[in-house]
């Protein structure tokens, strides 16, 4: 008689405890420990043989949290703009696109993405440079040299379009998996195209857009390749700052504390913004509730 060999609980998931564990737990607590220490000398990196929360303090300077609120107004916008852009073409893509064609199209939109990021955020320093293609078609029909590079929207413009693909797969999946059934009901109970949106399709996608603004805002907060190469001094975000303590600075500490910091005020803005999604969303069924009972 074969039995049968069964994995103990949760075996199957030890792969993946593993890498959570070596590849973001410990660095991040690695992290934690290495800001209560302090820049030993010009050539030390850090020491804790001290602890202490001073770097804590150095860290909440006016400088970084103007230069936080400059990174959270940048991921919000680009979180926004890429949900309007995306939303529209993944319900194009998941609804309209016949199914032999969707996969074609996917992957043109992906093609992009499979360009290593440095270089994609390096062509859109080359475009928007007033020698570049924009500019000089721009001067030929009479209008004066581009003077957009190394601005707070170049900033913009390149977050957008690096973390685009990161909102539209999401969506592309939710929207995808929602039933055409349920919106031909939507129609036949008499509600037009927008009531049948925004009633039907749009609540069965919001995991989709969840899903894809994490995926956004998330990384967004902590970018400073894009900040360095399209914003200069008038792009700054936050991530510039951390990586400089590391790399310029040579004060790990400085930058632990920095870097603890954006992690909490990142994991508090995501958990406020939730919590006021999950309010509205009860209020709206709530009315809902109210208009089926009337």
């Not at 949290?65 to 998941?94: K, S």
């Amino acid at each position: 008689m074969i039995r049968r060999l069964r994995a103990p609980y949760g075996a199957l998931a030890l792969p993946a405890w593993v890498f959570l564990l070596g590849f973001f737990v410990a660095p991040v607590a690695l992290v934690v420990w290495y800001s209560f220490g302090y820049k030993p000398g010009l050539f030390g990196t850090h020491a804790n043989d001290v602890l202490s929360l001073d770097r804590y303090g150095e860290a909440l300077s006016g400088t970084f949290v103007r230069t936080f609120w400059n990174t959270l107004r940048i991921a919000v916008v680009g979180t926004l703009v890429c949900l309007v852009v995306a939303l529209p073409f993944a319900y194009w893509l998941a609804v309209k696109v016949p199914a032999r064609w969707r996969g074609l199209v996917l992957a043109l939109v992906m093609v992009p993405f499979w360009t290593n990021f440095l270089v994609r955020t390096l062509g859109w320093q080359i475009a928007l440079s007033p020698q570049g293609p924009f500019s000089t078609a721009w001067q030929a029909l009479g209008g004066d040299p581009f003077d957009v590079l190394y601005t707070r929207g170049a900033v913009q413009l390149g977050v957008v379009y690096n973390y685009l693909p990161l909102m539209l797969l999401p969506l592309y999946v939710a929207l995808e998996r929602t039933s055409h059934a349920l919106r031909e009901a939507s129609r036949d109970l008499g509600a037009g195209r927008w009531r049948t949106f925004t009633d039907v399709t749009l609540p069965l996608a919001f995991p989709g857009i969840a899903s894809g603004s994490l995926l956004v805002f998330v990384p967004l907060m902590g970018d400073y390749v894009t900040a360095t190469v399209l914003g200069g001094a008038r792009g700054n975000m936050v991530g510039q700052l951390v990586a400089g303590q590391f790399q310029s600075a040579q004060n790990w500490a400085l930058g632990s504390a920095m870097a603890v910091v954006l992690i909490l005020f990142t994991g508090g803005t995501v958990l406020l913004t939730a919590l006021g999604v999950l309010v509205v969303r009860r209020v709206g069924r709530a009315r809902r509730h109210v208009e089926v009972a009337r």
